[in-house]
């Protein structure tokens, strides 16, 4: 071996050595070993689990008999002419309410 790679494997060993003298390394080895970490990890697949059964039953289709999705589909354009309906209501009332102020101002003018 070259002086160069007994060089590095002895560098790396004591860098390894040191790390895992650390206290700090040494309680994270231990928590990541133990049954805390297991039970935690766990849980939170569980809790994704069921956050993402949750997602997909939300955007799943929906499961309709060809009759109720036609009687969907006949109620959005009642719902969509009602609307439209209301929307010119609310363009006519505009236009009374500015004829009516354009009346008064002519009253006050007399």
Known sequence: MTDKNKDFK?????????????????????????EE????????????????????????????????????HELSLKLAAVEAEAAELRLRLAELLEEEETLRTHLEEL
């Open 10 to 34: 002895s560098s790396s060993a004591e860098i390894i050595s040191d790390l895992l003298s650390n206290p700090r390394v040494r309680r994270g080895l231990e928590y990541l070993g133990g």
């Open 37 to 72: 970490f297991k039970a935690e990890r766990e849980r939170l697949r569980r809790e994704a689990g069921k956050y993402l059964k949750g997602v997909r039953d939300r955007y799943r289709p929906k499961m309709r008999t060809p009759e109720a999705a036609a009687r969907e």
